[in-house]
């Protein structure tokens, strides 16, 4: 007998071993039956992985996943083969889509300085790709050269106006991954530029916005901008980074998800690769950590082995809304003459405007000022 998959995905999140006490929240002492889950933030190599993420998306109650277009570099982190094979990911990335279909949403992403890169989005967008992947803000630099790799021209550059305006006007659903701390020199203020000029533009600025040390960086976007939304992954390079940082002051992000209830979503962001590491326990255990710092008081996970973490323990509503009614919501927005609430204080932004024009770029700061390529700030 055909089940319908979000009654099946439900069922499976309130048997799936352990969840009595995965989905326990301060305030809703049940199992959260009702719960189901989209992750809004993964990249993969190609369809030969996919069945890994169905096999756990199907045991931990996944409904849907949001596949992001990935450079060759994303997938293999050799800064010698940088931003290339975007094309080909996309490709991978519809395959995807047509051979589990509603269990995955295709984002393919663009390279700034590709004179064709419109027109290649368009023809994704007409074969079902559901929203926009951008690189633009992410402050990588290369180890022996000190180049970025993601940010050839500025946010607001000319060359990207284009881009904007189609998905601005068409309802299209953008993620921009941006660093926009202080050290990466003018990234906050592009971004602000990009978001001040297009602010019927839904924008999904990942992983807290970076700024999940910074919060008051990350209210002052969320206050100001009513469209931008961020994802609570931070990968599995930064997780226990980010997990301890919330594991030590839990009350701080728990206030940030009941203060901004419709802008936190779901994501892990693992880049699935054949690498053998990658296992489906490997991406079971990564899923878990990230359902029990949502929804534990305390918990352990092997990703960060030795160690009992503190958890935020959402309330069922709020969990809801990170789980899946907020991307769902993201999705369906077609926002038209949004008033931006107010002009940037940028001392809560703790950054210090540097006089730019519009669409210049900065240089990458010296290694020496910059670190090595920090993920969170």
Known sequence: MKMNRRAFLRRNLATVAGSASLLRCSADPEPAKKSSIINVHEHIQSLEQAKVH????????????????????TITLRDE???????????????????YPGRFDAWPVINPVDPQKLDKFKALMD?????????????????????????????DDPQMMPVYEHC???????????????????F???????????????????HFMLSSLKDSRLREFLDVFPNLYTDISFGSFFMKAGFTRISKNP?????????????????????????????????????????DMLTRETY???????????????????LDGVLFRNYEKFLARKPRGTRIARPINW???????????????????????????????
């Open 81 to 99: 083969v940088g931003f290339t094979r975007y094309d080909e990911n996309n490709e991978e990335l519809m395959k995807i889509v047509r051979a």
């Open 127 to 155: 074969r079902g790709a559901t929203g926009l992947k951008l690189f633009t803000g992410h402050g990588y630099t290369t180890k022996k050269t000190n180049e970025y790799i993601f940010h050839p021209i500025a946010m």
């Open 251 to 291: 009350v701080k992000f728990q206030k940030l998800f009941a203060d901004y209830p419709n802008r936190f979503m779901f994501g892990t962001d693992l880049v699935l690769t054949e690498s053998q590491q990658k296992s489906e326990e490997w991406v079971h255990s990564q899923f878990r950590a990230y359902l």
């Open 168 to 186: 601005e006007k068409n309802g299209i659903t953008v993620l921009i991954h941006v660093n926009p701390s202080p050290i990466k020199p003018g």
């Open 188 to 206: 906050c203020e592009e971004f602000v530029s990009v978001l001040q000029q297009f602010p019927d533009m839904v924008v999904n600025c990942p």
């Open 300 to 318: 352990t996970t092997s990703c960060i082995p030795g160690e009992t973490l503190r958890g935020v323990t959402l309330s069922k509503e709020l």
């Open 54 to 73: 169905v096999t756990v998306m199907d045991q931990l109650g996944v409904e849907r996943m949001a596949l992001l277009g990935s450079s060759w570099f």
């Open 347 to 377: 001392r809560n932004m703790g950054v210090t405007p540097t006089g730019r024009e519009p669409g210049q770029a900065f240089p990458p700061p010296s290694k020496k000022s910059n670190g090595a390529n920090p993920g969170e700030v």
